[in-house]
């Protein structure tokens, strides 16, 4: 089901754990939550501090952090829109094969149209598991023939060679079945689509944004979120912790963020929900062929 556009409570919006980025920074805003308390006990109780470190440094620092973190999470976001645009022409190209399977080769065997449609819902499968760098096995046993799982699975790139088999398979059953010179190419571009989704993912997939880029905003933001005490407890006084723990949240949050959302294919609670993409792509097949 496609998710709910209504606008959440002002509850979910305040309080609302599971889900969010919370989870992974949890521990990097209490750090500085804790740092803020211990400096605004210092400073007000004990005058340690003398008021606090000139804030005009940082302020210009979290300007320029706050465009550096802009930048970062457009481009994280933009690998992760064009990752489910992927997905999105898969399933498109899926369920055109099934349609036209049904359609044009009408003399096939309940047999024949059930190998080819295993094939595309083993392609999902196959593709999914490629990109995160897991075992496909337990499902291309399931959707292919015992032969054809082995030989993809000693394959060196699984979901190029099932292409490869695809392509062969699908010619095969419309030369069988007289099909007109037009569907055959018409099938075959079908194909190169998928491939086309293949290259697209391996490119999103092979291709993450520089580390040294990462890891100067992520120091970055560790320094600056170090230093918000310091130049605060002048201002805010025993209110330093409040305003630090939002400030920390905020650049803690959206640095996290663009992390999880870079690489669209893991499976962190921002990623890409490829298991249902998938499982959808395989209920869509199975139905258009009337199966359960």
Same mark, same amino acid.
Not at 19 to 23: E, N
């Given at each position: #089901?496609?998710?709910?556009?209504?606008?959440?409570? &002002?509850?979910? !919006?305040?309080?609302?754990y599971r889900?969010?980025?919370?989870?992974v &920074?949890?521990?990097?805003?209490?750090?500085?939550?804790?740092?803020?308390?211990? +400096?605004?006990?210092?400073?007000?109780?004990? $005058?340690?501090f003398? @008021?606090? /470190?000139?804030?005009?440094?940082?302020?210009?620092?979290?300007?320029?952090?706050?465009?550096?973190?802009? %930048?970062?999470?457009?481009?994280?976001?933009?690998? *992760? *829109?064009?990752?489910?645009?992927? *997905?999105?022409?898969?399933?498109?190209?899926?369920?055109?094969?099934?349609?036209?399977?049904?359609? %044009? /080769?009408?003399?096939?065997?309940?047999?024949?149209?059930?190998?080819? #449609? $295993?094939?595309?819902?083993? %392609?999902?499968?196959?593709?999914r598991?490629?990109?995160? $760098?897991?075992?496909?096995?337990?499902?291309?046993?399931?959707?292919?023939?015992?032969?054809?799982?082995?030989?993809?699975?000693?394959?060196?790139?699984?979901?190029?060679?099932?292409?490869?088999? #695809? @392509?062969?398979?699908?010619?095969?059953?419309?030369?069988?079945?007289?099909?007109?010179?037009?569907? +055959?190419?018409?099938?075959?571009?079908?194909?190169?689509?998928?491939?086309?989704?293949?290259?697209?993912?391996?490119? &999103?997939?092979?291709?993450?944004?520089? %580390?040294?880029?990462?890891?100067?905003?992520?120091r970055? =933001?560790?320094?600056?979120?170090?230093?918000?005490?310091?130049?605060?407890?002048?201002? #805010? $006084? *025993?209110?330093?912790?409040?305003?630090?723990?939002?400030?920390?949240?905020?650049?803690?949050?959206?640095?996290? !963020? @663009?992390?999880?959302?870079?690489?669209?294919f893991? =499976?962190?609670?921002?990623?890409?929900?490829?298991?249902?993409?998938?499982?959808?792509?395989?209920?869509?097949?199975?139905?258009?062929?009337?199966?359960?």
């Open positions: #089901m496609p998710p709910s556009t209504r606008t959440p409570g &002002i509850r979910s !919006l305040l309080f609302a889900g969010t980025i919370m989870p &920074i949890w521990r990097r805003v209490a750090y500085a939550v804790l740092l803020s308390a211990l +400096v605004a006990v210092l400073d007000l109780k004990y $005058g340690w003398r @008021g606090g /470190l000139n804030a005009t440094p940082l302020t210009l620092m979290g300007l320029t952090l706050a465009i550096f973190l802009g %930048f970062r999470n457009q481009v994280a976001y933009q690998r *992760w *829109w064009e990752a489910r645009t992927l *997905w999105g022409e898969l399933l498109i190209v899926a369920r055109d094969l099934a349609r036209q399977l049904s359609a %044009f /080769l009408p003399s096939a065997s309940p047999t024949t149209r059930a190998t080819l #449609m $295993g094939m595309v819902i083993a %392609f999902a499968h196959a593709l598991h490629h990109l995160r $760098g897991s075992d496909p096995t337990p499902e291309l046993t399931r959707w292919l023939s015992p032969r054809l799982a082995e030989d993809i699975l000693a394959a060196p790139n699984r979901p190029a060679y099932l292409l490869h088999r #695809m @392509g062969i398979a699908f010619a095969e059953a419309a030369r069988s079945d007289g099909a007109d010179p037009i569907l +055959v190419a018409t099938v075959d571009g079908k194909i190169s689509q998928l491939s086309h989704v293949l290259a697209g993912c391996e490119r &999103i997939s092979g291709t993450p944004i520089p %580390f040294s880029y990462i890891l100067l905003l992520h970055s =933001v560790h320094v600056y979120c170090f230093f918000l005490p310091f130049c605060l407890v002048g201002v #805010m $006084g *025993w209110f330093t912790p409040v305003v630090v723990a939002i400030l920390a949240y905020t650049f803690f949050g959206l640095d996290a !963020l @663009g992390d999880q959302i870079e690489d669209p893991d =499976v962190m609670p921002n990623d890409l929900p490829i298991d249902a993409y998938t499982t959808a792509i395989q209920n869509d097949l199975l139905a258009l062929l009337d199966e359960r």
